[in-house]
């Protein structure tokens, strides 16, 4: 039938690697995709993948934001926040759409906020 097109289809500007650990702020103007350690903050004015290996401690703030790996911090999705099987939010979210698979965990607590009231 007709496939729906994952994130990890799209074209990825930035790829920080699973074998790569990174402490800073990081700011991105495409789509990101981290795959290894990253601590501190991170802005991405696109979307960003956070994929099965990935280890972040940091706030997150993206467009729509698909989270396989683990998050220890405080997510803010100006569009969706999708929590895959086996994803792991320790944090606070912030989006106007909230999908989490069964298989995932979250832990902390949700505010629904359309675009229109920031």
Sequence with gaps: ???KKTPEAKKVDTL???E???TGKLEARGILRIDGRYE???YAESDIIIGE???IKADVKGINITLAGRVE???KAENK???RSGGALIGDVTAAVLSIEEG???AGSCKMELKDQK
Excluded: V
Aim: charged share 15%.
């Design 20 to 22: 790569t650990s990174i």
């Design 53 to 55: 290996t990935a280890l």
């Design 104 to 106: 995932s965990l979250f």
């Design 1 to 3: 039938m007709f496939k």
């Design 81 to 83: 926040l999708e929590i």
């Design 40 to 42: 501190g903050d991170i």
């Design 73 to 75: 911090g405080n997510i």
């Design 16 to 18: 920080i690697g699973k």
